[in-house]
């Protein structure tokens, strides 16, 4: 039960709410700064949200006007991941994207895109005729004339990249709180805010509402109307490591006004990914996906490459963008659609309600002007009057993860010589080992999605047949929990029904 009181340890300078990419690279921003902040997610782990159900994509930055925030933020987050890499261990490849065309009328719009993009700030960028896209990206479809050409483009582990720079902002002093969810924002005195939520009361200086989908509901708490979050849902369909190595970079269609058209991803990890869709719905938990999507991005995706075939599927998830609808105040005093209103991100202090940030409509290209953003909202507090004073404690670098996988044979014979639990494979399909999953654990994974999502145990072709049951009796084991209270991906997803010794015993 919630006390009716905070006690003076729950005083903040800032809390974010929301545990995705944008408030992950946020509170790991703050924590360069002397200040006392935290981070409340309502799921069971980080990344849950919108951040763990994308392309992977890290855009160069051409797809949004200059004029706009997506526009330079995207590429100036593009900019930023070479650095991010190099400090926090995320997993990034700067794999290059194509935007093709197939009409010679397309090339104004090649021209376009180049313009934004270099008016953002996007280096390298090239028109590429029709032989030099076919040596670019030979799997090609021959019908294919010429492209827009990107170097700086790249794929990263999103979910991963969440939890790094989580574990980044932890070690520099950030509190993050997990399986609480903020239901209410109280008044504000003495210029502090009240944050409740289903576990505790909180005072802080400073809210960003870095909410996701759910960032018009945060906003509400506190009085603001003047835009609603819609779900457009993105379906995405995983291929066989077999078709590993058949594109090269992320190639595109020519993108429509709601999304960047459906892609051929060469992700990271070496399979490809086929998607996504782009569907406005209602309900922002609808996950699921279809038949009848599934054989439109199919059918799109062999329009660009020949070879993608659906007998390689192994795996489709999706994910909701959350699309900011801007409103305004009609005659009667009701909200309603603006029709000037665009669907930018949406990311500013509101004067009417001191000490709040709206971080909301992150919709894509989130994911890649995520760390931008967060360079955006410091600067924000600075304008407000909040001296940032350096965090003197401030260590930029997480400690290297150890992945058997990328080891080489001499590099594991040694490894498996001090710490054997490194020998031990769970997961076959993607190579991870005990040792692997128990670090997982040590850093906050809680359920075997966060396993799954941190060590890629139950990602390969065999999606956990094989391994769930080990990692399962490994997070019994690391949390000191009995089997039953695991969770696939936080409350009311238990997978075991009965302990499994009892059902033993009745046999
Ligand atoms: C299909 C698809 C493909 C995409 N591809 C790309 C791509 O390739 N490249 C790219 O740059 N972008 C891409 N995007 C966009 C990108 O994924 C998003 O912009 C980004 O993930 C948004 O991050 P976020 O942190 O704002 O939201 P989220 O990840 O949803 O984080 C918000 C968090 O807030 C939590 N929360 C909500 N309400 C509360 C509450 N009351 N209390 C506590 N916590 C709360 C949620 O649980 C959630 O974890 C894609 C999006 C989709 C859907």
Not at 173 to 200: C, P
Not at 304 to 315: D, E, F, V
Request: aromatic fraction near 6%.
């Amino acid at each position: 039960m919630v006390s009716s009181k905070s006690n003076s340890n729950n005083n903040y300078d800032v809390i974010v709410i929301g545990g995705g990419i944008v408030g992950a690279s946020i509170i790991r921003e703050l924590s360069r700064y002397d200040l006392k902040i935290c981070l409340i997610e309502k799921e069971a782990e980080l990344s849950f949200g919108v951040s763990k159900s994308n392309s992977g994509i890290v855009h160069a930055g051409f797809h949004s006007p200059p004029n706009t925030l997506k526009g330079p933020l995207c590429a100036r987050g593009n900019f930023l991941y070479d650095q991010l890499h190099l400090e926090l261990g995320v997993p990034f490849k700067r794999v290059g994207e194509l935007v093709i065309i197939k009409q010679s009328e397309e090339i104004p719009d090649l021209e376009k895109f180049k313009r934004w993009g270099e008016e953002c700030g996007v280096p390298g960028m090239k028109i590429l005729n029709e032989s030099e896209v076919h040596q670019y990206e030979p799997s090609l479809s021959t019908d294919v004339i010429g492209a827009l050409y990107a170097p700086t483009a790249g794929v990263v582990n999103p979910y991963e990249f969440v939890f790094l720079l989580a574990q980044n902002a932890k070690k520099n002093g950030a509190e993050i709180k997990t399986s609480e969810e903020v239901i209410s924002i109280g008044d504000r005195v003495a210029k502090t805010t009240e944050v409740i939520t289903t576990k505790d009361r909180y005072n802080t200086k400073y809210i960003i509402n870095a909410a996701g989908l759910y960032g018009d509901r945060i906003a509400n708490m506190v009085g603001i109307y003047n835009f609603k979050i819609i779900p457009r849902k993105g379906e995405e369909y995983l291929l066989d490591k077999k078709l590993k190595g058949l594109v090269k970079q992320v190639i595109f269609p020519l993108p429509s006004k709601t999304s960047k058209g459906t892609l051929v991803i060469p992700t990271l990890d070496g399979t490809i990914m086929v998607g996504p869709s782009a569907e406005d719905i209602d309900d922002k938990n609808d996950l699921t996906t279809t038949d009848e999507v599934c054989w439109q991005i199919f059918d799109k995706a062999k329009q660009m490459i020949p070879a993608i075939h659906h007998k390689y599927l192994i795996s489709t998830f999706a994910g909701n963008r959350p699309v900011p609808v801007k409103l305004i105040k009609n005659a009667k005093g009701k909200y309603v659609k603006d029709p000037d209103g665009d669907d930018d991100f949406i990311i500013a202090k509101t004067d009417d309600v001191p000490g709040f940030i709206n971080v909301a409509g992150i919709q894509s290209p989130g994911l890649t002007a995520a760390p931008a953003i967060a360079e955006k909202v410091i600067s924000i507090l600075k304008d407000d009057g909040v001296v940032l004073k350096a965090n003197k404690y401030f260590v930029s670098t997480n400690p290297n993860p150890k992945k058997i996988r990328e080891m080489s044979d001499d590099e594991l014979d040694k490894l498996i010589k001090s710490e054997p639990d490194y020998g031990k494979i769970v997961c076959r399909c993607e190579m991870v080992s005990e040792g692997e999953i128990m670090n997982a654990i040590e850093n906050g994974a809680q359920t075997l999605d966060g396993v799954k999502f941190r060590t890629r145990a139950g990602m390969g072709r065999c999606q956990g047949g094989f391994c769930s049951f080990k990692t399962m009796e490994l997070l019994a084991k690391g949390l000191d929990i009995s089997p039953l209270e695991i969770t696939k991906r936080g409350e009311g997803s238990n997978i075991l029904v009965e302990d499994l010794k009892k059902q033993k015993e009745k046999i």
